[in-house]
């Protein structure tokens, strides 16, 4: 997966609020597939997000081919690494 972090500046709408986007491209495989990559990142993200990420930002994932054949627990794992490499974490008493 690929993972953006974008945070948003004092004064714009949501400043406190985490904003998570979520696509997958047709090089993923079929709607089936796409459809199913989407349901696993939702679950990853709605697993991690509330405890993890800071407020103020918007975060947009990405599917990658491997996405829907991926142990559910790497993706978490991943998606974690991921915020944590962006700064994206609140801090170390959530880790």
Known sequence: MVVQ?????PGEAGA???RVGLTTSRKV?????R???RRRLRACID???PIYAK????IVVIGRAHTPVRPFEALKDDF???LKKLDACRSADHE
Do not use: E, T
């Open 5 to 9: 972090v974008r945070k948003r500046r």
């Open 16 to 18: 406190d609020l985490v």
């Open 29 to 33: 495989g079929n709607a089936v597939v």
């Open 35 to 37: 459809n199913r990559a």
């Open 47 to 49: 697993a991690i997000v």
């Open 55 to 58: 407020p103020g930002l918007d």
């Open 80 to 82: 974690l690494k991921c």
